[in-house]
């Protein structure tokens, strides 16, 4: 309860100052447990410094109210007359901030620093037909990126969560190769293709695993009889270890051999490590983890099955990125910085331990990684709309599946009590999304004509838990031509292409 200024301060007899304080002093203890709990391994490609940012400013919710109530009974605290509270959230990742008149501030607030909002697409000076690239996202390439302040986000387009599905089982029906499809959005994803009449090729890490999502997506597609499903749809397990190259390329060929249509490759699979690592674990050819589950793996199917893709009609790659790539979003702007710098650690070969160059840091490796994954969507924009080898143009795109804290998936290798109190403040504050949601906006980048002949798009779930994808420019990182094409070069190198 809030007192007027000009009336006489009450006090509070039915709370004891020892256990307010009490209180107080453990709310502060578990705000720091937050930060040493988020060093827990995480296990998908998830947003994890969204995470981070939500839970620990939840904490210092809880711990503002026991205090303030503490010091208004000391008279330590003058409210003001009509004290009005207002909580808000910002950019992508769920930060919170409290605001009351002259009395409570928290340190939260959005960061000063400045982003670009353009979004350039091509190198060349050639003109684009706006039918492929769409006058939204169609800009002159003599225009350097321009700062705007991180509020100032501009959208070109929502889809809706309703747009997401409606149009599923009556687009023309895809084969879809969906990597990391046995759990979480990929494996949502897999199911509500396979339910709307598409063919879905689930690659997963080991045999067990992949078979066991394709029964799972065949299953759910029998089973469902609610609007937007169509029959004919099938979901098939294959092998494909992004940590493995030996791996991809015997899941590429086995692909190709098959000589079934492939219409659009999701580059969904991804992993980041414990933030509390100090030396990087290796892939099976030598690489960091994180970059070469992430990226390389990645880099590397796109690569193989390109000349596959191009000879669909409509053909497309999708690739599952996150706004911690940019250092201005509010997942991104927690702990460690996203940046690539001159990417001295990759031209000095395959053992880098991070691009830049730097000393090995897990939280930024995750980071720097989906960096990678929006300078390759930019990139392969330019270099998949007229192959060497012929065909059809491929169009390429990012999206986000927003903040989803589910304690079975990207916490269940943390303290349950510590994911299930995350679980329940992030969702009470209303900055989350669900595995389902994150599934129907990997079907709609599939398969959705509305993305016919779209290029470097970046749907971001923005702003953060409201159930939509928004259309904006990345960071100006993200946007740099010479980082795009210098990535896609060192990276043929140490994957051998």
Known sequence: MLWRGGRAKPRLKNFSIPVLLSLSIFCRLLSSAVKIGTRSDPASSDDFEMRLLTMHTSMKLLLLVPLTLWETTQG??????????????????????????????MAAEPSDRSRSRRNIIFESSK?????????????????????????????????????????????????????GSNSGVGFEGAKLLAAAGHRVVCACRNSEKAQKAADLCNEYAAASTTTGVRAGGEAIGMVCDLADLTSVRKFAAELKNARTPLDTLCLNAGLAMNTADTAPQRTRDGFELTIGTNHLGHFLLANLLKDAL??????????????????????????????????????????????????????????DSKLCNMLFTAEASRRFQKLPSGGNAISVNAFSPGLIPNPQGFFRYQNQAFANIFNVISGTVGVTETPRFGGECLAYMAVDEALDGVINGWYDTYPAGKHQLAVHAPSIEAQDLEKQKLLWELSEKVVGI
Request: proline residues 8%.
């Open 127 to 179: 003109a684009v037909p706006l039918s492929v690239v769409g006058v939204e996202t169609a800009m002159r390439l003599s225009t350097p990126p321009t700062a705007m302040a991180e509020g100032d986000v501009k959208v070109e387009r929502v889809v809706s969560e309703t747009d997401l599905v409606a149009h599923l089982a009556s687009a023309p029906r895809r084969s879809v190769v969906v990597t």
């Open 76 to 105: 330590f605290v003058r409210l003001p007359p009509s004290p009005r509270l207002l909580l808000s959230t910002s950019h992508a990742g769920g930060r919170q901030l409290l605001r009351t008149s002259r009395t409570m501030r």
């Open 310 to 367: 191009a000879k669909a009609e409509k053909p497309r790659v999708v690739v599952t990125a996150s706004p911690v790539h940019d250092p201005n979003s509010g997942g991104g702007n927690v702990g460690s910085k996203a940046t690539l710098g001159d990417l001295s650690g990759l031209k000095a070969g395959p053992d880098f331990s991070m691009i830049d160059g730097g000393v090995y840091d897990a939280d930024k490796a995750y980071k």
